[in-house]
């Protein structure tokens, strides 16, 4: 037996015991079986400005789920619901961000951006480069961000939409609307990196930063020094402190966009109404700047539902309640 049959025996099993646990659970209570290490290999590919590291799980052939991550976090956000969505069929792909783990950046030239339209349009040419028509997309933080910009610019490429915290479509004139001083407090990471201190304390120490962020966060998961060193290790990325720095600036208005995205922010600056079938979900302990959903839900017009996930689960819900975000994605592509 070649080491590639052994490892897709090793899948396969690993598979058919997830299913097995989830159908006892009802894929929706706090309990589940022992969490996954590690995915499959990481591919590379390259699409629009970037080679894109990625993983992928499922038949070739099965229908296409996207599953975006945020930050400072990384695709083993989705270690565990990876393989619940592959068993029931789905082609699940989870790539790296720009900025993150193994993408790159194909030329030097290019800008380190991070305005939230170019990750969205990074995720559009990844999906083009693997003859993705159309996919579920699901996320959070930043990822949910992405995932919100496609679904209301090219509703077309997108079948359905899980979405972390709501509807996330912002833009820099909103972004330099004061706020009430408990609110401002929840972003003072943002206003720390608005200076030249706060990208050089990044940039110095992004692995404590990531960790404390973590915490603040979710303030009830009790993951491990070995599980946040897995998703740590995507912060060396050469690119990651311009991209993280960029994104958070852009916000407030204290950094410019590519002009080539201007008229994608003139539409987005209106607050499109999200017309794909959608999932919002919202854990009960999500430390992390989020609003209430009645705040939202009028910014989805089609069938749409909200979901609060309880038992203490914070901002990285895949990760801290994979069977409730696969099932979302499930019923959302049911929808």
């Not at 401002?184 to 940039?203: H, I, N, P, S, V």
Request: one cysteine or more.
């Amino acid at each position: 037996m070649s080491e590639a049959d052994v490892y897709d025996r090793r899948r396969f099993l690993a598979n058919t015991f997830m299913t097995i646990a989830a159908t006892r659970l009802g894929m929706s209570g706090m309990s589940k079986p022992e969490s996954n290490t590690s995915f499959g290999p990481v591919r590379q590919i390259d699409a629009g400005l970037l080679n894109v590291g990625y993983v992928e799980d499922g038949p070739a052939d099965g229908r296409p789920v996207m599953l975006l991550h945020g930050w400072p976090y990384d695709i083993y956000s989705y270690v565990d619901v990876a393989p619940l969505l592959a068993a029931r069929g789905y082609r699940v792909i989870v790539p790296y961000l720009r900025g993150y783990g193994t993408t790159r950046f194909l030329s030097s030239d290019t800008i380190r951006n991070g305005q939230p339209a170019a990750v969205a349009v990074d995720i559009i040419a990844l999906m083009d480069k693997l003859k993705i028509q159309q996919a579920i997309l699901a996320g959070y933080d930043w990822g949910a961000r992405t995932a919100n910009i496609i679904a209301a610019l090219w509703p077309e490429r997108c079948k359905a939409m899980v979405s972390v915290s709501g509807y996330l479509i912002g833009n820099p004139a909103s972004g330099k609307i004061p706020l009430p001083p408990s609110d401002e407090l929840q972003w003072w990471y943002q206003f720390y990196f608005a200076t030249e201190r706060g990208r050089a304390g990044y940039d110095k120490y992004r692995h404590d930063f990531a960790k404390l962020i973590w915490r603040l966060a979710s303030p009830k998961w009790s993951f491990t020094d070995a599980t946040f060193d897995r998703s740590a290790a995507s912060f060396h990325n050469p690119d990651h402190v311009s991209i993280v720095i960029h994104n958070y600036r852009w916000r407030l208005g204290l950094a410019q966009g590519e002009s080539r995205f201007d008229d994608l922010e003139k539409r987005l600056a209106f607050a499109p109404v999200i017309t794909v079938p959608t999932i919002t979900m919202e854990g009960d302990a999500n430390g992390a700047p989020h609003l209430d959903p009645t705040a939202y839900a009028a910014k989805f017009s089609g069938t749409y539902a909200h979901r609060l996930i309880t038992g203490g689960v914070g901002h990285n819900l895949p990760q801290e309640a994979p069977q409730e975000f696969a099932k979302a994605v499930i019923d959302a592509d049911g929808y």
